[in-house]
């Protein structure tokens, strides 16, 4: 069948069709081969690249590595492993801030715990106090309590000058003790 058909064409009509057959097995073959690899080639070339990218990114922190180690290492003496429940924090708080106080030649007059907010890995305890003293002890003192290694800052504060005093002011202040623990922030009760 094949061949009477093809014995029928003139030698002009057999190169047209040997020519459409090459141009349709040639597209046949883009689509069915080259295509699909060239994609699939593009979509690899992709992907190395993403790939480079978080590579270079962990090179990056590796190259740092010594760094955050000596890091994380300063800041080890801030985690505790077991959190202490709330009254003995306190206890421990307050005492600091009585010893600063008297360091600082501060009168407290008042202290009192306040509340304590957990976040994800930490324990916010917060004291309110009412304190009297010169206003350069006191400036001193507020300074104490913010450069202490106990995770201590005042996050509110009210100064008044004393009357009939020349140097003398009270002082109203918020201040916080932050506990950061290696676990989930929760306290042993």
Same mark, same amino acid.
């Given at each position: ?6 014995? =029928?064409? $003139?030698d002009? *009509?057999?190169?047209?069709?040997y020519?459409? %057959?090459l141009i349709v097995?040639?597209a046949?073959?883009?689509?069915l ?8 080639l =593009?979509s $690899?070339?992709? *992907?190395i690249?993403k790939?480079?990218?978080i %590579?270079?990114?962990?090179l990056r922190?590796?190259?740092n590595?010594?760094n955050?180690?000596?890091r994380g290492e300063?800041y080890s003496k801030?985690?505790?492993?077991k959190?202490?429940a709330?009254d003995v924090?306190?206890r421990?708080?307050?005492s600091t801030i ?9 009168t407290i007059t008042k202290?009192?715990?306040?509340e304590?907010?957990?976040q994800?890995?930490?324990l916010?305890?917060y004291a309110?106090?009412?304190c009297?003293g ?6 001193s003192?507020m300074?104490a309590i913010n ?7 005042i996050?509110?504060f009210?100064?008044v ?5 020349e ?6 202040m918020?201040v916080v003790?932050?506990v ?6 929760t306290?042993?009760?």
């Open positions: 069948m094949i061949n009477q058909f093809m014995s =029928k064409l $003139s002009k *009509e057999k190169k047209v069709l020519i459409t %057959i097995g040639l046949a073959l883009d689509r081969l080259i295509a699909p690899g060239l994609e699939s =593009k $690899s070339n992709d *992907e690249t790939q480079e990218k %590579i270079k990114a962990d922190v590796l190259s590595k010594d955050i180690n000596a300063i801030f985690y505790q492993d959190v202490e709330s924090v306190n421990g708080f307050l009585e010893r600063i106080a008297t360091k600082s030649k501060i202290s009192n715990p306040t304590v907010k957990t994800k890995r930490t916010e305890y309110n106090l009412d009297t010169g206003l350069e002890n006191m400036i003192f300074h450069s202490s290694d106990d995770l201590l800052k996050v509110r009210d100064l000058p004393k009357k009939g005093t140097n003398e002011v009270s002082a109203s918020s003790k932050l950061m623990s290696q676990g989930n922030g306290q042993d009760k």
